[in-house]
T-cell receptor, first 113, second 110 residues
Framework: DAGVTQSPTHLIKTRGQQVTLRCSPK?????VSWYQQALGQGPQFIFQ???????QRGNFPDRFSGHQFPNYSSELNVNALLLGDSALYLC????????????FGPGTRLTVT | GQSLEQPSEVTAVEGAIVQINCTYQ??????LSWYQQHDGGAPTFLSY????GLEETGRFSSFLSRSDSYGYLLLQELQMKDSASYFC???????????FGSGTRLLVRP
């Protein structure tokens, strides 16, 4: 049973560029959440998708957007990259009625130069 | 707003017991989860408390007091592999998001 997968593993972008990160949830899960984790900090909630709709959003600007596909996979898009967007981006999947129990992917390390 | 407080670092000896505390201030609290994250790894779910009391899962136990807005994670028979960061996370009522604390780095010494 495959767990949560994310691609790419690492990414280097230039300030002002756009980036798309991808996530496939654990088999059987219907909900995908995205988090940003800075070094030495806890994951910060970006948003959550269920039934192809954004259900909840954290305190992130509109430059951060996402999508969920019919097969439950998801994308995170970040426009107009800033240096401060450099972080580990984690995708987590769960069941909608058990969102306290999230299964995390290995993350995408984004570096903005 | 919401806030969670955890000690930044805890050190303990192999075989000992350690308790990691978490206090929270949130509106619409629903439950408290605990996650473990090794350096370079992804967070992994450990436990969840929605009701007051102690939940035991092997060497790990988690406690919640809703009236005190307080919980803790108890690790028994510490092993070197338990060296990791531990995060408490709050589930919000009528919401689906998890709010994570800043984490406690546990170092287990031989």
């Amino acid at each position: 049973d495959a767990g949560v997968t994310q691609s790419p593993t690492h990414l280097i972008k230039t300030r002002g560029q756009q980036v798309t990160l991808r996530c496939s949830p654990k088999s059987g899960h219907d909900t995908v959440s995205w988090y940003q984790q800075a070094l030495g900090q806890g994951p910060q909630f970006i948003f959550q998708y269920y039934e192809e709709e954004e259900r909840q959003r954290g305190n992130f600007p509109d430059r951060f957007s996402g999508h969920q596909f019919p097969n439950y996979s998801s994308e995170l898009n970040v426009n107009a990259l800033l240096l401060g967007d450099s972080a580990l981006y984690l995708c987590a999947s769960s069941l909608i009625d058990r969102t306290y129990e999230q299964y995390f992917g290995p993350g995408t390390r984004l570096t903005v130069t | 707003g919401q806030s969670l407080e955890q000690p930044s670092e805890v050190t303990a000896v192999e075989g000992a017991i350690v308790q990691i505390n978490c206090t929270y201030q949130t509106s619409g609290f629903y439950g408290l989860s605990w996650y473990q994250q090794h350096d370079g790894g992804a967070p992994t779910f450990l436990s969840y408390n929605a009701l007051d009391g102690l939940e035991e899962t092997g060497r790990f136990s988690s406690f919640l007091s809703r009236s005190d807005s307080y919980g803790y994670l108890l690790l028994q028979e510490l092993q070197m592999k338990d060296s990791a960061s531990y995060f408490c996370a709050v589930s919000m009522d009528s919401s689906y998001k998890l709010i994570f604390g800043s984490g406690t780095r546990l170092l287990v010494r031989p």
